[in-house]
């Protein structure tokens, strides 16, 4: 099959998550990863009486309940509103804490979150090899655009992308086939001259599958294909088998 282009989910398959980069915080005794520990630190000053666990346990909440949120209709909950979630779970509006209460929470929580976003070596030669053969493009279900772009730039790999799309920006996770269309759009290619690379089956493959677009699935540990599920166009273990499939050597 030939194509033009050439489109990327972002994590666990362009970058990977490491959670051992994450800070250690020990909660009712266990110790953690996560970047709780700053956040309430950056909080505090703005709401002295909340303690750790309370700001915590709200801080689970608001993660479980963005996720059901998204999970109904594949809206996103983007950074801000899930974290203005946490703040009226805590007790307070958002709208009367002092005006850095908000912005400083946000950008305590992506700057350490993106402290654990790594980008394999190996990825870096194949991407330049496939620009200067395919247009490339990045559709990603992230909540916060800004880190996105920084991890991208910060890689020294944005400028190969002729567009990057994220779901906070759109409104719409995938497989919503609107956020394949839009990257499509901007493209200005067909379904059919495209491949979709991605990790989830569920939400890479078949949102891809679901506006006619070629897909190769990253399966690193080798899971089986679910049940009644339509199979990839490729399925690969690394993202370096992209390179003999699309004549990248």
């Given at each position: 099959m030939s194509y033009r282009a050439?489109?990327?989910?972002?994590?666990?398959?362009?970058?990977?998550f490491d959670r051992t980069r994450l800070p250690e915080l020990t909660i009712k005794g266990k110790v953690v990863r996560?970047?709780?520990?700053?956040?309430?630190?950056?909080?505090?000053?703005?709401?002295?009486?909340?303690?750790?666990?309370?700001?915590?346990?709200?801080?689970?909440?608001s993660w479980q309940e963005a996720e059901r949120l998204r999970n109904e209709d594949y809206?996103?909950?983007?950074?801000?509103e899930r974290l203005a979630m946490l703040v009226r779970r805590l007790g307070f509006d958002p709208s009367k804490l002092d005006a850095d209460a908000m912005p400083?929470?946000?950008?305590?929580?992506?700057?350490?979150?993106s402290k654990a976003i790594v980008f394999p070596p190996h990825h870096g030669p194949l991407l330049r090899s496939l620009q200067s053969r395919y247009r490339l493009a990045v559709v990603s279900n992230f909540d916060y655009t800004p880190t996105a772009m920084r991890v991208l730039e910060r890689e020294g790999i944005a400028g190969l992308f002729e567009?990057?799309?994220?779901?906070?920006?759109?409104?719409?996770?995938?497989?919503?086939?609107f956020i394949f269309e839009l990257a499509?759009?901007?493209?200005?290619?067909?379904?059919a001259d495209a491949l979709f690379v991605?990790?989830?089956?569920?939400?890479?493959?078949?949102?891809?599958?679901?506006?006619?677009?070629?897909s190769?699935?990253?399966?690193?540990?080798?899971?089986?294909?679910?049940?009644?599920?339509?199979?990839?166009d490729y399925e690969i273990r690394d993202l370096a088998e992209l390179g003999p499939i699309l004549g990248i050597s």
């Open positions: 050439v489109l990327f989910d972002l994590f666990d398959t362009l970058v990977a996560s970047t709780a520990g700053q956040l309430y630190e950056a909080f505090h000053p703005f709401a002295p009486g909340i303690d750790l666990g309370e700001f915590v346990d709200g801080l689970m909440w809206r996103e909950v983007a950074a801000p400083t929470l946000l950008a305590t929580h992506m700057r350490e979150l567009t990057i799309v994220v779901s906070d920006e759109v409104g719409w996770r995938k497989p919503k086939p499509l759009g901007r493209l200005g290619l067909d379904a991605g990790d989830r089956i569920d939400i890479d493959v078949a949102g891809a599958q679901g506006v006619g677009m070629a190769a699935w990253i399966n690193p540990e080798g899971t089986p294909l679910p049940p009644d599920v339509q199979p990839p």
